[in-house]
């Protein structure tokens, strides 16, 4: 695998490398930062002993609440590259909320850069649309956010409000003047359930019927029409239901500019095994039947959904409202565990390495704008590479995890997949040479 002599380039030699025309021995030269060349794998060449682990792009993800500044004690820079670069991460793509104070102004953008790490995993900006917040999208676009996040309900935190359609009507123009995508939570407030008196806050019937799927159809109907009135792109966060899906397809069949992801704990979980009590799982919109979780496999087979972020959205063990779906915080944390988990879905269900590579990495790559650097190995690419070995299988410990509290529903799960070494830019990150 990597030859770590001292003289450079650095070459990296597998028999497995997946490049965009497939999986094939190759060497991989690096100089600096950058791939400089990808040449056929020189039969002479001295190689370790036949293994598994493959050489395969670095994951973008671009769906990851940090919360610093204000709220390191969910979750850090520091802490949360840590468990990315240990998860094959080599970008992040930052949220806006959760931090105090929100990302909404240049100046909230400016204080969050200067705490994100220089070196290691590469940390990039989402901006956020809030009520009244126009005027500073257009400085935020020009300091390079890679684009706008709102929401069309309640955030969970004071500082970053839901919005209206008018909002988004005056934020546009902005955002469409740097043909930057606006992703929004989309689930429409009027269509949530009140709960019924007699609910119980531990059935995690309770939460799943408070946000039905209509809430997420109601909202992505609303978007395809602003899309269609305003051409803005606009892309669908953490998609957790397939009843929406005929809408989405109408409108690519119209070539609106829409995109959409889901994320790892919408393909693994499936509501059925979620315990009472078990807030662990919480997230909105929530996580729905079996049906639904097959419903969305397919959909990104058959390319109606273009890609998977991982949503990792921590909190302190306490938020998680003990036992209390209703009080809990909703967020669940899985960025070192999205690639194996991903993986571990797809395997079982006959879905190549090439699918989940254009899923985590190529076109999360795209929606951020970072296509010509990041999410493929190609000559002029960043010389983000992780080496994993898909066939070797593990037991979640959570103890073990990098993230800053080691809570995640995926606890005592078999997953597929094991991260050997993580190389962002040509530096490694994670792992050692060794691999």
Known sequence: MPDTACMAPMIIRSTRVLLPSGIQPA?????????TAVRALDPSSVLRPASSAIVFPGVVDTHVHVNEPGRVEWEGFATATAAAAAGGVTTIVDMPLNSVPATTTLRALEAKRRLAPIEGVDVQFWGGVVPGNQGCIEEMAAAGVRGFKCFLTPSGVDEFLPVELRDLRRALP???RRNLPLLVHAEWPASLRPVPVDASPRAYRTWLDSRPA????DAIAALVALCRETGARVHIVHLATADALPLLREARAQRLPITVETCPHYLTFEAGEIADGATVFKCAPPIRDRETREALWQAL????????????SPCPPAMKGDGDFLAAWGGIASIELSLPAVWTG??????PLERVAQWMCAAPARLAGLDARKGSIEVGKDADLVIWD????????ETALRQRHKRTPYAGRVLRGRIRATYTRGRLVYGDTGV
Do not use: M, N, T
Request: hydrophobic share 50%; proline share 2%; charged share 25%.
């Open 27 to 35: 060497e991989i030269e690096i100089a600096g930062a950058q791939i």
């Open 174 to 176: 902005a955002i469409q």
């Open 214 to 217: 209509a809430a997420e159809v």
């Open 301 to 312: 087979i058959d390319g109606d959904i273009d890609l998977i972020a991982s949503d990792h």
């Open 346 to 351: 797809a395997s079982a269900r006959g879905i």
């Open 390 to 397: 898909p066939d070797a299988e593990f037991v979640v410990d």
